[in-house]
């Protein structure tokens, strides 16, 4: 996969912006505690249900102790995003399909915070396509399912850069009836 073409949408530029002026270069740059430090926010470890509590003044991740270091990395890279992005809470009077968007866009919040593309583009084992799944995963401390999703989501948005550009190239009226 060559990620050299990938272009990151709005939200992904957003993050990486904010990683690069906190000085993240390296997936070992993305710790918990830092990253959630970069924004403000507190992290809280018990046993129990990960959530996120915000307002205007303060902000907290509560994560599973219990859970695995890379599931808590997951779910931390996911929780994130409602004290950044999101106003209010879940369950509290929100429209199921409110609460059904803002889950979507945390997830793909998770994706793009937990697996930068100009982190990834440091590895160039990548070109093993054979091992990157579970060398990311291990390098990024992050679940093989999450990043299986992440390089999913990279190849198509690769493979749909490749039909735009061929889009371009074509005489209009071969596309007029």
Not at 95 to 102: G, L
Not at 112 to 133: I, T
Request: charged content about 25%.
């Amino acid at each position: 996969m060559n990620l050299g073409f990938y272009q990151p949408n709005g939200l992904e530029r957003r993050i990486e912006s904010h990683y690069r002026e906190c000085g993240f270069r390296f997936a070992s740059d993305l710790d918990v505690e830092t990253v959630a430090a970069s924004f403000g926010i507190d992290v809280r470890y018990y046993e129990g249900p990960p959530f996120a509590e915000w307002c205007e003044e303060y902000a907290v991740i509560f994560l599973n102790a219990l859970d695995s270091k890379e599931q808590r990395r997951a779910t931390f890279f996911h929780e994130i995003c409602h004290p950044l992005l999101h106003v209010g809470f879940q369950g509290r009077n929100v429209p199921k399909q409110f609460e059904y968007n803002q889950e979507r866009q945390a997830g793909r919040f998770q994706l793009y915070a937990a697996l930068p593309v100009y982190m990834l583009l440091e590895l160039e084992e990548l070109s093993n396509a054979n091992n990157a799944e579970k060398m990311i995963a291990e390098e990024f401390c992050l679940p093989r399912a999450l990043v299986a999703k992440r390089l999913e989501q990279i190849a198509a948005r690769l493979q749909q850069l490749k039909l735009d550009a061929r889009l371009r190239r074509w005489p209009r009226s071969a596309l007029l009836p």
